[in-house]
């Protein structure tokens, strides 16, 4: 089943990276991809992306397994403690929209809200960076959306 979704096998897994490995490079594409420095000390590396918030599409099982791996490597966490879900935000969003008057998608799938603001998928196998940049672009519509709603105040009494 997995192979069917994600096009790997476990032949094609055998020489993979182990996790001790992939840790210190994960980091490393973070801070290349933000163009910062490695610190050279080990209290500001483990400081140094504490400003990095994990998102993505139902991503708490993803977040678990990163938070299990640095604790079985006995790592500290070196990211922010929070979250931010698309599932739950659509879910949130879809809810204000509908209670508007708007259409919204039934699913809150990754592929029905990337559909409701005009993305689609570039072919029909999971791949992981598309939907990681799929989870960005529909992160930053709704973020447009927020920008745009005004909330009236409540009134006391």
Partial sequence: MAEQVHGLSRESLKDAPMIYDVIPAFE???????????PTNEFAKS???????????????????????????KLDWPYSY?????????????????NNGEWVPKSLSLTAT???????????????????ILTAKCFKEFFKI???????????G
């Fill in 28 to 38: 490393k594409w973070i801070r290349d991809t933000l163009g910062r420095k490695t």
């Fill in 47 to 73: 400081r140094n992306l504490k400003d990095i918030v994990m998102c993505g599409q139902s991503v708490i099982n993803d977040i678990n397994f990163l938070k299990f791996s640095y604790l079985d490597e």
């Fill in 82 to 98: 929070k979250l931010l879900d698309l599932h739950t935000l659509a879910y949130f969003v879809y809810k204000i929209l509908k």
């Fill in 114 to 132: 990337a559909e409701f603001f005009g993305f689609e998928r570039e072919g029909d196998q999971h791949n992981a960076l598309e939907d990681a």
């Fill in 146 to 156: 927020a920008g745009e709603v005004v909330i009236p105040p409540v009134e006391e």
